[in-house]
């Protein structure tokens, strides 16, 4: 089951900008740990992006840092996670998910280290 529901994908050109979206199916209780942004290019393994701990410090890939910010809006109703990325590139053209894990004390960008997954945004750059 997907718990996670990503938007905000598409085509864009080199240089341009967009901001993907992610919160949670089932509630705000996975929303408020850790969580990051993954992206999976075609056959490459998926790599870590972003990602915020529970006490909302940040850690970027050096392939984005400077381009991609990710932050976090509590809402009582709906927890949302956001990627905003700038100056992009055709290298960044991947399928993007989004990660938590309540459990995690500590982001990482290691996959396996994280429970909930989205289905994925695909963003293309040209």
């Known amino acids: 089951d997907v718990q996670l529901v990503e938007s905000g994908g598409g085509s864009v050109q080199a240089g341009g900008s967009l901001r993907l979206s992610c919160s949670s199916s089932?509630?705000?209780?996975?929303?408020?740990?850790?969580m990051a942004w993954f992206r999976q290019a075609p056959g490459k393994e998926r790599e870590g992006v972003a990602t915020i701990d529970r006490d909302d410090s940040t850690t970027y890939a050096e392939s984005v840092k400077g381009r991609f910010t990710i932050s976090r809006v509590y809402a009582k109703n709906k927890n949302m996670l956001y990627l905003q990325m700038n100056s992009l590139q055709p290298e960044d053209t991947a399928i993007y998910y989004c990660a938590a894990e309540p459990a995690l004390l500590q982001a990482t960008m290691a996959a396996p280290d994280f429970g909930y997954w989205g289905q994925g945004t695909q963003v293309t750059v040209s």
């Open positions: 089932i509630g705000n209780r996975i929303t408020r740990g850790s």
